[in-house]
């Protein structure tokens, strides 16, 4: 293993490349990483970093939106099979109908969602940054696509919007169920309960906060608590335990796995890097509609 990482950094070197890296990868993938963090932060980083190539260990959504920020890089996604099955869930045809039937609505868009829906849209959002943006846009009526769950979230923190949904979900996070909370709560019933917004309402309602993968890893940090129940992915409970060595970490009641975010192993980030696989390229008409989305979302904290 050693020796293959040391291949991956002196390919990076060689090719002025940078390694960004989310939450949910494997453990051998976060170690390496040059920048590792939520959706939010890695876009911010790829908008701005240095470099010629950026290597996106995370899923395809992601380096679309590195490539449509970044748009003079090579990015590469080391697996063309790691998508997100939320991202595909709605069609153009379905989002225009949408806007047809609400007419005077704005329509704000999950990051994880595909190129073409982001460019019919007026901003996008991540799950850390969500409710600002519906609070702060200049509408009253909003369309947000795809995830039901973050959408019925953002509602109940912005009652004066009225939001209209979609029907798309993530399969991870919709599976977390609220016996699972309460099953992990009576085993430790000092822990603190921490949710990622993908989950479903009732799951959140059990959770003390509700915050995206790095908001819960910086809460974790920051509290008195020692124990939490971590309502999201393994892969982030994985770098929790590391970076909280005197705190304990505990899925609720069963791991859940992403397995399109565990598909980038250390080899396909070599593979990658010594054959500049895959590129990524976002066809320029619907780049230039989508940057403007992305760009706004980039303005919210
Ligand atoms: P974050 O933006 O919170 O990192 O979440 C991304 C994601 O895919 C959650 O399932
Ligand atoms: Fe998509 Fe869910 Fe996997 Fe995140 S955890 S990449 S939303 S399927």
Do not use: W
Not at 59 to 81: G, H, N, Q, W
């Amino acid at each position: 293993m050693r020796e293959l990482i040391e291949k991956i950094n002196r390919l990076k070197k060689e090719k002025n490349a940078v390694l960004l890296v989310h939450n949910y990868q494997v453990e051998d993938v976060q170690l390496i990483a040059d920048h590792l963090g939520d959706s939010l932060e890695l876009s911010k980083i790829a908008a701005n970093v240095a470099g010629d190539v950026i290597v996106f260990a995370g899923v395809k959504f992601m380096a679309e939106t590195a490539k449509i920020l970044s748009p003079e890089k090579t990015v590469l996604l080391p697996r063309l099979d790691a998508g997100c099955p939320m991202a595909d869930m709605i069609t153009v045809d379905e989002l225009l109908e949408l806007k047809n039937q609400y007419p005077n609505a704005k329509v704000v868009t999950y990051v994880n969602s595909s190129v073409e829906i982001k460019a019919e849209s007026d901003v996008c959002c991540t799950s850390a940054n969500a409710v600002n943006v519906v609070k702060n846009l200049e509408a009253d009526e909003i369309i947000f696509v795809p995830d039901r769950n973050l959408g019925s979230y953002i509602q109940s923190q912005a009652p004066d919007k009225k939001l209209h949904l979609f029907e798309g979900y993530c399969y991870v996070h919709n599976r977390i169920k609220p016996e699972e909370i309460l099953q992990t709560k009576d085993l430790y019933p000092d822990a603190e309960v921490l949710v990622h917004p993908e989950a479903r309402m009732e799951v959140l309602e059990l959770a003390d906060v509700v915050l995206s993968t790095s908001g819960m890893l910086r809460h974790a940090s920051q509290s008195p608590k020692k124990q939490f129940i971590v309502g999201t992915e393994q892969g982030l409970l994985e770098r929790m335990k590391r970076e909280n060595p005197g705190k304990e970490f505990l899925p609720a009641f069963r791991p859940k796995i992403c397995s399109n975010m565990k598909r980038t192993s250390l080899r396909d980030v070599y593979e990658a890097l010594a054959n500049d696989q895959y590129r990524i390229e976002v066809p320029e008409a619907i780049a230039a509609k989508a940057l403007n989305a992305l760009n706004q979302m980039l303005t919210y904290a």
